[in-house]
């Protein structure tokens, strides 16, 4: 069955530094997203992303924070200048064109940010 | 999208059908029940959803009251690898860029 692929599991990265968490979303999926979830919180969702550009994002979805689709198979988040606040599980979901298709979600990369 | 309520935790006997209930008394026509399941820090795992019609799959049956202003996940035959929370989530279907909002969900525990 096809799955969402996403690396590094887990990614260590000293504050103030940048980092790019990469996603290869289920191959016909045309919507993809990011969610992020605090240890021991909620799920919550970051952004969602089609036809190449950003269709919602939240609160949290501020200016450090930038996604790309640099080819037909990865989907990317970028964390500019990383805070100690932004260790975390991020996830990344896609789905396919119908309205009612369930959101699939790879198992995540841990960003620890010391 | 409309609220879910939940209970926070629940448990079930290996074997035993896990009946796994959520209230979402607000939700609209052109919203989705769906459920989705996270085993420990894992991805959130897609189980089922449904409109208003029961519906079954390999995993689970999902219940929707008459008037949808509840539902019943059902496991026939709970596992323990089944430990896991279970979040019912209600979306709006009309494009499929609509956010999943996760509440705290409820923590099934399958005993020996």
């Known amino acids: 069955e096809p799955e969402v692929t996403q690396t590094p599991s887990h990614q260590v990265t000293q504050m103030g530094q940048e980092v790019i968490l990469r996603c290869v979303p289920i191959s016909n999926h045309l919507y993809f997203y990011w969610y992020r979830q605090i240890l021991g919180q909620k799920v919550e969702f970051l952004v969602s992303f089609y036809n190449n550009e950003i269709s919602e994002k939240s609160e949290i979805f501020d200016d450090q924070f930038s996604v790309e689709r640099p080819d037909g198979s990865n989907f990317t988040l970028k964390i500019r200048s990383t805070k100690l606040e932004d260790s975390a599980m991020y996830f990344c979901a896609s789905t396919g064109e119908l309205g009612n298709q369930p959101q699939h979600f790879g198992d995540g990369t841990r960003l620890s940010i010391l | 999208d409309a609220k879910t309520t939940q209970p926070p935790s629940m448990d079930c006997a290996e074997g035993r059908a896990a009946n796994l209930p959520c209230n979402h008394s607000t939700i609209s026509g052109n919203e989705y029940v769906y459920w989705y399941r996270q085993i420990h820090s894992q991805g959130p795992q897609y189980i089922i959803h449904?409109?208003?019609n029961n519906e079954t799959n390999e995993m689970a049956s999902l219940i929707i009251t008459e008037d949808r202003k509840s539902s019943t996940l059902i496991l026939p035959h709970a596992t323990l690898r089944d430990t896991a929370v279970y979040y019912c989530?209600?979306?709006?279907?009309?494009?499929?860029?609509?956010?999943?909002?996760f509440g705290k969900g409820i923590t099934l525990s399958v005993r020996p």
């Open positions: 989530i209600v979306r709006v279907a009309t494009g499929a860029n609509s956010k999943l909002t």
């Open positions: 449904g409109l208003k």
